[in-house]
């Protein structure tokens, strides 16, 4: 399985984007697949998650209420609204495969302007 996101821009505080992950191959036997996000000179945090058997969710304390993650066949899109300068970072995907180290995908860039 293999991840490209895409939907990362420049974006002015208030305003949205949606990221989309969209996986080659099939998830089927994922356990869940979601966002991180790592800003300059930071390490990488967990934003959204979602499981691939019931389509639960789960999001950072930092980002519920703005974010949206959902999920359509093999792509995960996460909607996000609100933005403001402190969620500027990349933004990588991953997936959870049973017995496998975490995959990620090669992150899109989300600049927030004030």
């Known amino acids: 399985v293999q991840l490209q996101a895409s939907g990362g821009g420049l974006v002015k505080s208030g305003g949205s984007l949606r990221l989309s992950c969209a996986a080659s191959?099939?998830?089927?036997?994922?356990?869940?697949m979601g966002w991180f996000r790592q800003a300059p000179g930071k390490q990488r945090d967990f934003v959204a998650g979602i499981s691939i058997g019931g389509d639960s969710t789960r999001y950072a304390e930092s980002v519920k209420g703005r974010f949206t993650i959902s999920r359509v066949k093999s792509t995960v899109y996460l909607q996000m609204n609100s933005l403001n300068p402190e969620d500027t970072g990349v933004y990588y995907c991953?997936?959870?495969?049973?017995?496998?180290?975490?995959?990620w995908g090669q992150g899109t860039l989300v600049t927030v302007s004030s």
């Open positions: 191959g099939s998830i089927f036997r994922a356990d869940a």
């Open positions: 991953y997936t959870d495969l049973p017995g496998s180290p975490r995959r």
